[in-house]
Nanobody
Framework: QVQLVESGGGLVQAGDSLRLSCAAS????????MGWFRQAPGKEREFVAA????????YYADSVKGRFTISRDNAKNTVYLQMNSLKPEDTAVYYC????????????????????WGQGTQVTVSS
């Protein structure tokens, strides 16, 4: 099992930047990929970005492409989400997730693709 702890959320204004971090512990050697999801009030949890742990391949939702960047530090077992040009519609609880098995088709990414989750961190963007 992989344990995940997010940090870095907060209240910012539209156009600002924020960086989220997610530290992994436990069976980190088994991780294939890590990702970020978000869930706004009354909405389903949606995919934001993902990165494969060894190759560093990255995948993004269309809504954040060009504004958000996912990266990882293998030595620290940490994944980051740099969020620039934030918009009010980015307001949500952001969750870190880990996947411990191969995924070859990244055209569709759902929460069921990941088997470990953090507790979430709130990001609020005011207009």
């Amino acid at each position: 099992q992989v344990q995940l702890v997010e940090s870095g959320g907060g209240l910012v204004q539209a156009g600002d930047s924020l960086r989220l971090s997610c530290a992994a512990s436990g069976r980190t050697f088994s991780m294939y990929a890590m990702g970020w999801f978000r869930q706004a009030p009354g909405k389903e949890r949606e995919f934001v970005a993902a990165i494969t742990w060894s190759g560093g391949n990255t995948y993004y939702a269309d809504s954040v492409k060009g504004r958000f960047t996912i990266s990882r530090d293998n030595a620290k077992n940490t994944v980051y989400l740099q969020m620039n040009s934030l918009k009010p519609e980015d307001t949500a609880v952001y969750y870190c997730a880990a996947r411990t098995y191969l995924k070859t088709n990244w055209r569709s990414v759902t929460p069921s693709d990941f088997n470990s989750w953090g507790q979430g961190t709130q990001v609020t963007v005011s207009s």
